[in-house]
């Protein structure tokens, strides 16, 4: 039996029965009001705000000791013993890997949603980063290929770019003629006619949430700072304020 806290203040919590065995992964909440819990039964679920299952895994080999939402509320992962996962927010597997870690009892993200830390059984501390993110538009295919490379292909012409940065790559987005790419530093922003030299400009905030892009600009949206409006030669165009 589960707890849901209500977001009133007066409310009592909502009571769902989720599985019937000893649960070892607490549940943790989704951007997408979505939970998953893991259990001695040896399986992951997801769960929306109701108690209604919206999926749940194969039984593993072990019992699932930990799960945890990226903070942008599309990828969470799990852990078991010398197991790591990385799931989508509907629960469908992207990534298994085997470190030699023994159970990993906790796993928190890093705030842009790039990186997760476990605690584990062996008395280590693992690293994970998230790779092989994939945008494509019309003939173009950009690919994080590692935390700070992006590959780049062009399948009409058979070109090729590999894009190095000095940081670990936060956010992209490709469409309009342009890549805009932002690392936890700065912000660059590439023509697919041009991809040696980017208009690079420093950033302000800590964590970008989204980049959108227009036929004339880009939106940039900070947790912290929240809308900044860009044009593509890199010039702060304004920043819109909003109550809430």
């Known amino acids: 039996l589960l707890l849901l806290p209500s977001l009133h203040r007066f409310s009592t919590p909502t009571p769902f029965h989720s599985q019937p065995f000893l649960h070892t992964g607490a549940p943790f909440l989704s951007l997408h009001l979505s939970f998953t819990t893991g259990a001695e039964d040896r399986k992951y679920k997801v769960w929306d705000a109701y108690g209604r299952l919206l999926f749940s895994s194969q039984p593993h080999h072990y019992p699932i000791m930990s799960c945890s939402w990226a903070p942008n509320g599309q990828l969470f992962a799990v852990g ?73 292909e062009d399948v009409v012409n058979g070109l090729t770019e590999q894009l190095d940065f000095r940081d670990r790559v936060v956010k992209m987005n490709l469409g309009w003629n342009h890549l805009v790419v932002t690392t936890s530093t700065q912000c660059h922003v590439y023509t697919t006619t041009n991809w040696t030299t980017p208009v690079i400009f420093d950033l302000k905030g800590t964590t970008t949430s989204a980049i959108v892009l227009a036929k004339k600009g880009f939106l940039i949206i900070d947790s912290v700072l929240g809308l900044s409006i860009y044009s593509y030669e890199g010039r702060l165009v304004c920043s819109p304020k909003y109550n809430g």
Request: proline share 1%; aromatic share 10%.
């Open 80 to 152: 078991a013993f010398n197991t790591l996962r990385l799931c989508d927010k509907t629960g469908w597997c992207h990534s298994l890997d085997k470190p030699n870690s023994g159970s990993i009892y906790s796993l928190r993200w890093s705030r842009d949603s790039t990186q997760v830390a476990g605690g584990c059984g062996n008395g280590h501390v693992i690293f994970a980063g998230v790779v092989n993110h994939t945008l494509e538009w019309r003939n173009f295919v950009v690919t994080i290929i590692e935390d700070k490379c992006i590959f780049v």
